[in-house]
C-alpha cells in the first residue's frame, strides 16, 4: 500500500523558491541525498513529531486514525560528518531586510545552547534577500544575547553569515561546514 | 488541547520487562533525559516516521485525519556526546539462547555500514536472558558479514557485547561507550 507524500508540503507556499520551482526544504533533501549517495556525509531530516491519538488496527497495516502535530524541540536535521556531530535549522523568510526570530522557538533555542556546550556542530542555515546563508550557532546566540530586537537585520546575517552556492545538486553547504567548523 | 501520549505503548506487550513495570525503551528515554538535565550527552529518540495523507485544517490546530506507519532506515535514537555523533537501536528478544536478526531491518543494517564508514558511534543494545548488552556495530556487521545463521548466539553477545547496568535513573549506557569507543 502505497500513500502521497508529506502533505504539508502540498499547502506550503513557496514565496521565495518559486521561480526555482522548488522550496530551501527540497533542496536541502536534494543535496542531502547526494552526499548519502556519494559517501559525504549522513545528514537526515527529522520526521515530524506527532501525538497519536487513535490508531486502526482492523487492516493488516495500522492505520493512524487521529494525531497531532507536535512543536519541535530540537532542529530539523542532524546527522553525522567526518565522525561529528551536525544539527542545523533551514528557514526562508519573506522579508529582504531582518529575519524575524520567532521563526525559532524558545526551545529550540536551549537546545543550541546545548549544542554548543557538547561541542557540536550547529547553524541555521537562513533564505533571506534571494540568497542562503549558514549562519553559526554560536553568532546566532551572541546576536539574541544582545539585543532586545524581534528579528536579525540582514547587514548582520550577510556580515557574519557565509553564503552557500545552489547546485544541481542541492543547496551545497557542506564545503562551508568544512571552512567554518573544521578548518579552525 | 492536550493528548495522551503515543498509543503504540499501550499496546507493547513488556515481555522481559515486566517485572521491573517499565520497557527497555522507557529505561533508555528515562536515563536520556537524565543526561540531558545533567549536561552529559545529548541523545533523543528519533520521533516515528509517519506518512500523512489526511489532515484537517478545520480547527485552531491541524488535525491527521489519517496517516501510516513507515517503516524505519535508520536507528530509533542518535544524538551527541562529546563532539561525537552516537547511533544505536534497542532490541528486547523473548529467546533467552539467540537474538533473532529479523529485529535489524536490511536498511537498517546498510546505516550501520554507513555510520562505520563516516566514523560515526553506532552499536546495538540487546536485552536477551535477563541482562542488556551493548554490542558494537562493527562486531554486529563482522557476524553477520561471516553466517548464514538467522540470529546471534547468546554466546557470541556474551563473548564481545558489554554488560549494561540499570540504575534508578535508568540504563546507564554511557560509561560503556566511554570505555568501548573513547578509551581506545
Redesign the interface.
Known amino acids: ?1 502505497k ?6 508540503k502540498k ?1 506550503k507556499t513557496f514565496v521565495s523558491y518559486s521561480n526555482r520551482g522548488m522550496c530551501l526544504e527540497d533542496s536541502i533533501n536534494n543535496i542531502n541525498d547526494y552526499y ?1 549517495n556519494n ?1 559525504i ?2 545528514i ?1 531530516k ?10 486502526d ?1 482492523e487492516y493488516s ?9 507536535k512543536e519541535p524541540s ?1 532542529l530539523d536535521y ?10 542545523f535549522e533551514a528557514k526562508e523568510t519573506k522579508s529582504k531586510t531582518s529575519f524575524p526570530l520567532a521563526n525559532i522557538h524558545e526551545h529550540q533555542i536551549n ?1 543550541i545552547r ?2 554548543l ?4 556542530i550547529v547553524f541555521l542555515i537562513i533564505f533571506i534577500n534571494n540568497n542562503n546563508y549558514l549562519l553559526k550557532g554560536i553568532d546566532f546566540i551572541n546576536y539574541i544575547d544582545n539585543t532586545t530586537r524581534k528579528s536579525i537585520e540582514l547587514s548582520y546575517i550577510e556580515k557574519n553569515g557565509y553564503l552557500i552556492k545552489e547546485t544541481i545538486n542541492g543547496l551545497d553547504y557542506i564545503n562551508i561546514v568544512d571552512k567554518v567548523f573544521l578548518e579552525e
Chains 1, 2 share one sequence.
Open positions: 500500500m500513500y502521497p507524500n508529506n502533505i504539508k499547502n548519502i559517501d556525509a549522513l537526515y527529522k520526521p515530524t513529531p506527532i501525538g497519536i491519538v487513535d490508531v488496527y497495516q495500522k492505520i493512524i486514525k487521529k494525531a497531532y502535530f530540537t542532524n546527522g553525522l560528518y567526518k565522525g561529528k556531530y551536525i544539527e537546545h546545548n549544542i556546550k557538547h561541542n557540536g
